[in-house]
């Protein structure tokens, strides 16, 4: 396998003709359209070789019921498991199901020999995350129980094997509660014969300040559950300012910190698989960046004939380009085979047990395709 970045004057055929492979390999592994432009700066997933499906790294991908059965399908035989985003819950511990059916997804996950996971959270009527839906439930016994029975009725029903716990912006308050919480469902579902995860923001020191840091105990939260997710991206957001959603540097601090906590063969480390488009100037409070996916970042960069830079500190791509329509200024960061190159590196260095993609609705195919060579047994 090899990693290609796009010269001036590089075309699909000069590109293969240095590997002594087909054009149409590189167009096919890389999502390219007609007249398969390429953008300078642009890194090409280049294969020199097959693997087989013999996979040493757990491998899993949100999904919403509504993602195209066709990138599903695509995307299932990489995975090891498939969570299911998303169930909720009243202040009283009866669970809210999606709005759309999951039992096709299920089943088919079941059919790849994939995991499917329930993925428990705490939204509110507005959809965002409701710490005070948290503190009614994790603060009160029987509501507590009601949940959690709840949770184990639909997993026997529907066919899950384990429950993902994704709960943000926990009141410090709630944070004994929250672990205890969690206690209480990894026991009820290990006792059933299903797993307990949980999502945790990526902190870096163990008394890090913010809504999104002190509601959650490192240590406490890996001792309990069975594995956990470290959710390394959104430095760059949809109300931030544009920077790398996933700076390697910064990602590394998280998993120093997780791994003085947690047991590393416990942890996966969360892979965002999509970028930011951010319109400049940037002002806090008014600025909104658009969620784009990565094949797309490359394709607005190609149709506005934008060079793209690669930030060595962070390990993300990026670049600006000026709007065909309306002349605005846009500011682009996203993933590419490189950035998730030194993702997957990391992975290596620290032995960790997996990773986890927030989320696999957009189709990647170099992503998947690199993730093989790196972790998929070679022919």
């Known amino acids: 396998m090899e990693i290609y970045v796009v010269k001036a004057g ?33 890194a090409l997933f280049i294969a020199t070789g097959e693997r087989m ?12 019921p509504f993602i195209s059965s066709w990138v599903l399908e695509q995307t299932l035989p990489f995975l090891s498991e498939l969570p299911v985003f998303s169930y909720g819950f009243t202040y009283d511990g009866y669970l809210i199901p999606p709005m759309w059916n999951d039992d096709w997804m299920i089943n088919l996950a079941l059919s790849y020999g994939v995991q499917p996971i329930l993925v428990l959270t705490p939204f ?45 912006f ?5 944070r004994d509660a929250f672990t205890d919480f969690v206690s209480q469902v990894a026991e009820t579902m290990g006792a059933n014969g299903y797993h307990t995860s949980v999502a945790l923001a990526p902190k870096t020191n163990a008394e890090q300040q913010g809504l999104l840091y002190e509601g959650k105990d490192y240590r406490a939260l890996g001792e309990v559950a069975d594995h956990v997710l470290l959710m390394t991206y959104e430095w760059g957001y949809t109300y931030g300012p544009p920077m790398a959603v996933a700076p390697i540097n910064q990602v590394r601090r998280v998993v120093e910190y997780a791994i003085t906590e947690i047991p590393r063969e416990k942890i996966d480390l969360g892979i965002p698989n999509y970028g930011y488009d951010w319109k400049l100037p940037f002002e806090r409070g008014v600025s909104k960046a658009v969620t784009i996916g990565n094949v797309e970042a490359v394709r607005i960069a190609i149709a506005n004939g934008a060079s793209i830079t690669f930030d060595e500190l962070a390990q993300s791509p990026y670049f600006r380009y000026q709007d065909n329509v309306d002349g605005s200024t846009h500011e682009v960061w996203f993933e590419d085979v490189r950035s998730l190159q030194a993702k997957f590196d990391l992975i290596k260095e620290f032995q960790l047990r997996g990773c986890g993609y927030w989320q696999i609705m957009d189709w990647f195919r170099a992503n998947w395709l690199l993730l093989a060579e790196n972790f998929y047994v070679e022919k």
């Open 10 to 42: 590089d075309t699909v055929d000069s590109i293969a003709a240095i590997y002594g492979i087909e054009a149409d390999t590189i167009i096919y592994d890389n999502q390219l359209i007609y007249p398969y432009e390429l953008a300078v700066g642009q």
């Open 170 to 174: 926990i009141l410090a308050s709630d």
């Open 124 to 168: 509110g009527p507005d959809g965002q995350f409701n710490n005070q839906l948290i503190s009614s439930i994790v603060n009160n016994e029987a509501y507590e129980t009601r949940l959690i029975q709840n949770l184990l009725a639909i997993m026997r029903e529907k066919g899950f094997v384990g429950v993902d716990i994704d709960f943000e």
């Open 53 to 64: 499906p013999s996979r040493n790294l757990v491998v899993s991908g949100y999904a919403y």
